[in-house]
């Protein structure tokens, strides 16, 4: 079987932005300026960047980089893809410092692709999970230390750690996360009711939060962990337990520490490999090219990667 890494497109530069070209422009070259897809011209000339064009109706040149993660950056667009094959095919990621060595780029210049990958990861899908009156798995997470609660590092329980609040679709089997300050009824009901059609069965475990679940959903089926109970039946959080088992595995022994602000890429990083992977029918390359074709209107500049 040939190296997933071995593909033309990989290591020459015109094989790379004809293959980037494909996956966004399906229809052809369309102008980033105006809008146009009539009258453009591709540029020949000998002292020509590869892959530029020029729109004879706004009179402007540009590339596919225009408007995407890509845009501005100095890296070859054959690194920046293998740069996406190898976040997209590592299940639980691949550090800025493995990036730096494998790649050849500087150790900034490696975390900074990685987070416009992850940017490139972020869905933005508004589809309510559960619509079709499926169970919806709700639970949370803590890892690392909230800069706003250290004074509560010697404190016990939860309360200094951030927070993830994650839910899975058991029909799709696609994750959902977002990073949240507070674990309180009041904080999480706006956010499930936005994400969890009313129709859906939620399912939790017994924290008092969710207690009151059932008056927004169809049905709500409780675990009772404190007791010893997994599972009843179909009444189980174990499929949400395996999502954040990877997460855990994957932000503890490859990333080892993340600040808050970053948090909610490195969500989107996780949810995007659950959600697109083998057992769906996605495999590493169909996953690097769903990637690819969320690079767009996505531009991150390093000024902006902390927001």
Request: aromatic share 8%; proline share 3%.
């Amino acid at each position: 079987m040939p190296s997933s890494l071995s593909a033309k497109y990989l290591h020459d530069e015109e094989a790379a932005y004809a293959y980037v070209e494909a996956h966004i422009w399906p229809h052809g070259p369309m102008c980033p300026k105006c809008g146009s897809l009539d009258r453009i011209t591709k540029l020949q000339g000998k002292s020509t960047r590869i892959g530029t064009y020029k729109c004879n109706t706004c009179r402007k040149p540009f590339t596919v980089k225009v408007g995407t993660i890509f845009e501005s950056s100095h890296v070859p667009m054959h690194v920046w893809l293998q740069a996406m094959v190898l976040l997209c095919a590592s299940k639980k990621g691949i550090s800025s410092q493995q990036l730096h060595r494998t790649l050849g780029v500087t150790l900034k210049t490696a975390w900074f692709m990685s987070h416009r990958i992850r940017e490139a990861m972020r869905s933005g899908d508004l589809a309510p999970f559960g619509s079709d009156g499926g169970f919806v798995e709700i639970d949370e997470t803590f890892i690392g230390m909230d800069p706003a609660r250290k004074k509560a590092a010697n404190a016990r329980g939860f309360h200094h750690k951030m927070k993830v609040l994650s839910l899975v679709d058991r029909t799709t089997r696609r994750a959902r996360s977002q990073v949240v300050d507070n674990l309180s009824a009041k904080e999480l009901l706006p956010i499930l009711r936005q994400n969890i059609a009313a129709e859906a069965h939620v399912l939790t475990d017994d924290a008092g939060y969710h207690q009151h679940l059932g008056k927004s959903f169809a049905d709500h089926g409780v675990v009772n962990h404190s007791a010893g109970e997994y599972g009843r039946g179909e009444i189980h959080t174990n499929t949400i337990e395996g999502f954040f088992s990877i997460f855990k595995r994957g932000m503890r022994g490859i990333y080892q520490h993340c600040g808050k602000k970053h948090l909610h890429r490195y969500m989107a990083e996780f949810d995007f490999r659950y959600s697109n992977r083998i057992a769906l029918g996605v495999d590493d390359q169909a996953r690097a090219d769903v990637a690819l074709r969320g690079v767009v209107g996505k531009r991150l500049t390093y000024r902006t990667v902390g927001i």
